[in-house]
């Protein structure tokens, strides 16, 4: 599984963001231009998931890695955020709300 930090992902361009937690975690607070499409509804969003590479975030790393290899499986051109959400804010970046 193709994983990065949250100090690599606030370097990166262009490379769409799914943050796979709940609604609610969502509006609390989210990374910059992540698109959420919780963990437990994936599988009915296929189609809305970006054609080429993507990165996907949750809280902690947990639900992201499980999301990221059931997609790796399927053929997804996808990288897991170490750490997710929280090292994000730990590392005092910026949050969307």
């Known amino acids: 599984m193709k994983s990065i930090t949250v100090q690599q992902l ?12 709940e609604p609610d975690e969502y509006a ?11 963990m437990s509804t994936i599988g009915e969003h296929l189609d809305d998931l970006p054609d080429g590479a993507f990165d996907v975030i949750c809280q902690v790393g947990g639900r992201s890695g499980r999301v ?30």
């Open 68 to 97: 990221v290899q059931a997609l790796e499986a399927r053929g997804y051109d996808v990288t897991n955020v170490d750490g997710g959400t929280g090292e994000w804010i730990q590392s005092g970046y910026p949050l969307e709300s």
């Open 10 to 21: 606030s370097e990166r361009e262009g490379v769409p963001l799914i943050d796979v937690r």
């Open 28 to 38: 609390a607070g989210h990374v910059p231009g992540a698109v959420n499409l919780p």
